[in-house]
């Protein structure tokens, strides 16, 4: 059975930092991964999607990576804001069947002025 | 990008009454939706899988005649909460999948509803 591991769960850093968010997961036999961002109350945003015969993906200030054989993937935002405060949250997508999404722990991020 | 939506954003009902959850893929016809349940400060969870025109598929200890899932064309599905008590109030998300091409992404990609907060007293 998949699971789906972030750290740290929480993070707090002053505007303007760079950042790491980790993720790991049990089985490596995936079909994709994907970055998602969750605000306070509210449903999900699609940041990135990594298929498994790729490495890493970029938008704008974020970056994500994959290694498969480890079972990890980060993710990278450059120059924080405070409007990137929100919950991250990975999701590894299985690799039979429907290709379900199995949902980390997610890191709360709070990106302070 | 591909757009659904979910109706009611927020319900508050009483307990041992039934709601009804509709997800809807409002630019894409959607052959697969899932419903996820998500408690406070917590992660999704999978509750069922549906596929238009038949039976959904359920994860292990989710029950299936308490949580009635319907997939009746390919841009709607609706959750039923049957008899809810104080313990099903969480918040309720759907995702909907759209076949090869329709939507203009990859077919496997997942489009994610707004949420729908249900509180039972």
């Known amino acids: 059975k998949q699971e789906v591991t972030q750290i740290p769960a929480a993070l707090s850093v002053p505007e303007g930092e760079n950042l790491v968010l980790n993720c790991s997961f049990t089985?490596?036999?995936?079909?994709?991964l994907q970055w998602f961002r969750q605000d306070p109350g509210k449903g999900l945003t699609s940041l990135l999607l990594?298929?498994?015969?790729?490495r890493e993906q970029t938008s704008g200030r974020l970056n994500a990576s994959l290694d498969k054989s480890s079972g990890r993937s980060t993710l990278y935002i450059a120059a924080s804001q405070p409007g990137d405060s929100a919950t991250y949250l990975c999701a590894v997508g299985g690799n039979t069947g429907f290709q379900k999404l199995v949902f980390g722990t997610g890191t709360r991020l709070l990106v302070s002025p | 990008g591909a757009v659904v939506s979910q109706h009611p954003s927020r319900v508050i009902c009483k307990s041992g009454t039934s709601v009804k959850i509709e997800c809807r893929s409002l630019?894409?016809?959607?052959?697969?939706m899932f419903w996820y349940r998500q408690f406070p400060k917590q992660s999704l969870m999978l509750m069922a899988t549906s596929n238009e025109g038949s039976k959904a598929t359920y994860e292990q200890g989710v029950e299936k005649d308490k949580f009635l899932i319907n997939h009746a064309s390919l841009t709607l599905s609706t959750l039923t909460v049957t008899s809810a008590h104080p313990e099903d109030s969480s918040f309720y998300i759907c995702?909907?999948?759209?076949?090869?091409?329709?939507?203009?992404?990859?077919?496997?990609?997942?489009?994610f509803g707004p949420g729908t907060r249900l509180l039972v007293l």
């Open positions: 630019d894409f016809q959607a052959t697969t």
């Open positions: 995702s909907a999948r759209s076949r090869s091409g329709t939507s203009g992404g990859t077919w496997e990609t997942q489009y």
């Open positions: 089985d490596s036999a995936i079909y994709n």
């Open positions: 990594i298929q498994s015969s790729q």
